[in-house]
């Protein structure tokens, strides 16, 4: 829902029935009132009155809860988790119209809710993938990193925290093979300006690297074989170190398990790469063929097609797979989302936040 409409909505406020606390102006709502406005279902209200707020008045609102007693209570403590779940989804929100800073800066306040609280709990671990995913999502790298790096503290088992923290380590040492600065451990051409090269410890995502990525894919996959995210992953990662038939083994598993049609495109574009990096380049354009049959109109699939069957002397297929990526009107790429973590999985992690709530 657009900004304007959760304004709409949030005039309503105080003459909707049946929420708590419905009689108070929506501008004097606490994050309090408007948590348990959310506990009652009523979402899309107390979002409209949350996207009212400025950063002061939400930090303001933050601390204000978070220096509240009798946490004893359950009501009190179902309040507090409403209030993650809120900004979460406020934030996820803000991501789909272009406001990254404001995301971010309500996740914050999730994050500062949540230590407030028990932090062992299933809706503690959904949240801060959830928190870490988004900000991959919204580009705020080195945030997410931070939320993921927290999380694993509090349970270092969790395959999917794994695979989250690989993800965002992958994105930057892929962006470092572009970097010609001397501290990059994985070094290429051109430089790349989006994100800074500054020397930082071991372990920091200044030193991030792709044996870093590969490592946490393998500990993911080591504790739940059948993560086929941590897996494709791994596919693309041991392709960029330069094993592409170690890639192979792994991401033709992918294409063969994996149910989202998404995550076998993707393992069908890294196999065509790796099979082109061994000079197979009818085996590369069948992998490319493959994979466009989950994605029919992907166009990074179709241009790897094309440019395959160009190259292996098939000019008809090759002008044919070439139209039918600059035909008008194409869906969104596959490739693109896997750049930004995994946005497919968040709408999904926030209905896990509400069945959690008390």
Avoid at 137 to 146: D, I, W
Avoid at 224 to 249: F, K, M, N, S, T
């Amino acid at each position: 829902m657009m900004l304007a409409g959760w304004m709409a909505l949030a005039l309503s406020l105080a003459a909707s029935a049946g929420s708590p606390a419905a009689a108070s102006p929506a501008s004097a709502r606490s994050l309090a009132d408007l948590a348990e406005v959310y506990r009652a279902v009523d979402h899309g209200q107390a979002v409209a009155a949350l996207a009212l707020w400025d950063r002061e008045r939400l930090e303001a609102e933050t601390r204000r809860l978070v220096d509240a007693t009798g946490w004893r209570g359950g009501g009190s403590e179902a309040t507090r988790l409403a209030a993650i779940a809120l900004l979460c989804e406020s934030a996820l929100l803000d991501l789909q119209v272009d406001a990254g800073p404001r995301a971010r800066w309500e996740l914050e306040s999730a994050v500062r809710l949540m230590q407030a609280g028990p932090s062992g709990s299933a809706f503690a671990r959904r949240f801060y993938l959830l928190a870490g995913l988004a900000l991959h999502s919204g580009v705020e790298l080195e945030a997410g990193y931070a939320v993921l790096v927290q999380a694993l503290r509090l349970d270092k088992d969790d395959p999917e925290l794994l695979t989250a923290l690989g993800a965002i380590t992958e994105t930057v040492a892929a962006l470092r093979r572009y970097d010609r600065s001397p501290d990059s451990p994985d070094r290429g051409s051109p430089p790349f300006r989006g994100y800074s090269s500054e020397s930082g410890a071991a372990g920091s995502l200044p030193s991030a690297n792709l044996a870093e990525a590969q490592e946490r894919y393998e500990r993911a996959l080591a504790l739940d074989p059948g993560l086929a995210e941590a897996r494709l992953r791994l596919g693309r990662v041991r392709l960029l170190r330069g094993r592409p038939d170690e890639a192979i083994a792994e991401l033709a598993r992918v294409a063969s398990d994996a149910r989202q049609p998404a995550q076998r495109y993707l393992a069908r574009l890294f196999e065509g790469s790796a099979r082109e990096a061994l000079g197979d380049l009818g085996g590369a354009a069948a992998a490319y063929r493959a994979a466009t049959q989950d994605a029919p109109r992907a166009q990074t699939g179709l241009l790897a097609l094309g440019s395959a069957l160009d190259r292996i002397g098939d000019a008809t297929g090759a002008q044919e797979a070439l139209a039918r990526a600059g035909a008008a009107g194409s869906p969104h790429d596959p490739w693109w989302s896997y750049q930004a973590g995994q946005p497919a999985r968040l709408d999904e992690l926030l209905e896990e936040l509400r069945r959690l709530i008390p």
